[in-house]
């Protein structure tokens, strides 16, 4: 499985996805029928990898953990390694994915017997402003 394979079949299915028009209902979006390949699929990997992967400490609820719910260890290790006015955003230029190799990963999804794989990682920038 090549990474081209990959990034195809992600651009065809958001092509697909886009020319259907939903409202935006719960009963709407319930209407949404699964994809043969999708409900067909017994395992398939999702990939949450955004700036919360710099500190590494629980996972994407990082910001929601340090900010929101003050989890002590989350606080702790924040006091314990960042300056006192470090923000979410400063993670992100430490981001830099320095071991990312997509077609290790992607040998590795396919030996799994995984036959999709969603690497979401945008929306936590997007949400920050980053992009």
Do not use: C
């Not at 390949?37 to 990939?47: A, E, M, T, V």
């Amino acid at each position: 499985m090549t990474m081209r394979f990959i990034i195809s079949a992600l651009v065809l299915h958001v092509v697909v996805v886009s020319t259907a028009r939903y409202q935006p209902t719960w009963e709407s979006l319930d209407t949404r029928p699964l994809p043969k390949w999708y409900d067909d699929s017994k395992i398939g990997i999702f990939l949450h990898w955004g700036v919360f992967s710099v500190p590494a400490v629980k996972g994407a609820w990082f910001w929601y953990e340090w900010k929101t719910a003050k989890d002590p260890t989350v606080v702790k290790f924040m006091e314990d390694n960042y300056a006192p006015d470090f923000t979410y955003a400063d993670f992100a230029p430490q981001f830099q994915a320095a071991f990312y190799n997509p077609d290790s990963w992607a040998d590795l999804f396919q030996a799994s017997g995984a036959k999709y794989v969603f690497f979401l990682f945008l929306y936590m920038f997007l949400k920050l402003n980053i992009l």
